[in-house]
């Protein structure tokens, strides 16, 4: 059972090159998160989605995109790379809002 | 929205010795509550959650939080602490109205000395 499996680990980009996270799923879980966590300050929401087709903001959307065209996938497209968007970036899913499952991680810097 | 507040970013505590930590958040409606743990360059795991019932949740890793709806709190704690539990530890709330979204605190790095 593999769980949330997000791709790549790790990843250095440079400023303003573009970039997608992928994420996907296979718990059939409708809702899907994305995160990115940067030190002392938790997980900040970047995009959630209730279900396919349907995506909505979190808290700190600016510079981020995401799509949901199927059930199982849920990727994260940076544009136009910042070095503030050097973080971590956790992708999670859920069946019922109840309890979150989380990826392991993407580590990306901009230089 | 909801906002969770964990006090104490740092715990330092000796082996064996127990532990609290904190967590409150900020609306008395009706939520879920979580606790979760990550290990260093490991995603979050859930070490434990509160959706109804009785208010003392015991978890994983011999690890219990109580829910206390007047005071708005969650309190981790765990009577004996092990090296393997130094870790960082996340609290979270979902509103149950909503229940789409999950808050995090900020974090608490819980450190054991040998």
């Known amino acids: 059972n593999a769980g949330v499996t997000q791709t790549p680990k790790f990843r250095i980009l440079k400023i303003g090159q573009s970039m997608t996270l992928q994420c996907a799923q296979d718990m059939n879980h409708n809702y899907m998160y994305w995160y990115r966590q940067d030190p002392g300050m938790g997980l900040k929401l970047i995009y959630y989605?209730?279900?396919?087709?349907?995506?909505d903001k979190g808290e700190v959307p600016n510079g981020y995109n995401v799509s949901r065209s199927t059930t199982e996938d849920f990727p994260l497209r940076l544009e136009l790379a910042a070095p503030s968007q050097t973080s971590v970036y956790f992708c999670?899913?859920?069946?019922?809002?109840?309890?979150?499952?989380f990826g392991e991680g993407s580590r990306l810097t901009v230089l | 929205a909801q906002s969770v507040t964990q006090l104490d970013s740092q715990v330092p505590v000796f082996e064996e010795a127990p532990v609290e930590l904190r967590c409150n958040y900020s609306?008395?409606?009706?939520?879920?509550l979580f606790w979760y743990v990550q290990y260093p360059n490991q995603g979050l795991q859930l070490l434990l959650k509160y959706l109804s019932g009785s208010t003392l949740v015991k978890g994983i890793n011999g690890f219990e939080a109580e829910f206390n709806k007047s005071q708005t709190s969650f309190h981790l704690r765990k009577p004996s602490v092990h090296i393997s539990d130094t870790a960082e530890y996340f609290c979270a709330v979902s509103d149950t109205n909503t229940g789409n979204q999950f808050y995090f605190g900020t974090g608490t790095s819980l450190t054991v000395i040998p």
């Open positions: 989605s209730v279900g396919a087709g349907i995506t």
């Open positions: 609306s008395s409606v009706s939520v879920y």
């Open positions: 999670a899913s859920s069946y019922s809002a109840v309890e979150l499952f």
